[in-house]
């Protein structure tokens, strides 16, 4: 289940509202922003890139690639940003060709949780990867039994940690014959995989190579619909 918090954010006035998330909530919280400049609305650029911003209580920072959607940017919390308890403070930036511009900050209350991610049992590893895989590869084709495939990788999928990102399908940039789109700073490391949770084909068509930090995925086909990629922590391995 997910649940989404609307927030108006100005370039120029301050914003006073403190948001609250919940400490541990994977993948199921997100924020939608109306961007003002000096409460008059505004056009975001079509070919601009949105990005979530968020310094957590610890003083880390860190940048997540967001989404522009009729003129509304949203974005996931992070496992990362509500992994602590208390205050984060974080604020959006809309970035054009050699122009950034950032809204004024506010602020998240990260609630604290019943339990911890030390109180859950870490079942992640590089088995439920493969099997997660090997179904896709074997079962790729096997449209009778879709729904029974689709039910069983979602039982794999509850024992690992994952973040989601949605591509829209017209945020795919097509140069030299394909389709490539970057995923911008996220909380990955060399041991994190990377596949494909809609559209399966994606998996094996797509190359995915890293650089500092970043993903960039080149595709040989155009999605015909969006399409979450899971990022896979296997925190055993890191």
Request: a negative charge; aromatic letters at 8%; proline letters at 1%.
């Amino acid at each position: 289940m997910q649940i989404g918090q609307s927030i108006t954010l100005d370039f120029i006035l301050k914003n006073t509202m403190k948001l609250i998330a919940k400490q541990n909530d994977i993948n199921s919280r997100y924020l939608l922003a109306t961007l003002k400049n000096n409460r008059q609305s505004v056009i975001i650029p079509e070919n601009s890139i949105a990005t979530l911003n968020i310094t957590r209580v610890d003083g880390e920072k860190k940048c997540y690639r967001a989404l522009i959607s009729n003129n509304i940017v949203s974005a996931f919390l992070s496992d990362w940003a509500v992994d602590l308890e208390g205050i984060i403070t974080c604020d959006v930036s809309i970035i054009e060709n050699n122009e950034k511009l950032t809204t004024m900050p506010f602020k998240i209350e990260i609630v604290k949780a019943c339990c911890t991610s030390d109180d859950i049992e870490d079942a992640t590893s590089e088995e439920i990867m493969t099997q997660i895989i090997n179904m896709l590869e074997t079962y790729s084709q096997d449209t009778e039994h879709i729904a029974e495939i689709d039910a069983e990788i979602d039982k794999l999928k509850r024992k690992i940690v994952f973040d989601t990102i949605r591509i829209e399908k017209n945020d795919w940039i097509f140069e030299n014959g394909k389709y490539h789109y970057t995923v911008l700073n996220d909380d990955v490391s060399s041991n994190t995989y990377i596949i494909a949770n809609e559209i399966s084909d994606i998996l094996y068509y797509a190359d995915i190579q890293s650089y500092n930090g970043s993903y960039t995925i080149t595709a040989s086909e155009l999605p015909t619909e969006a399409v979450n990629l899971l990022l896979i922590f296997l925190r055993g391995n890191e």
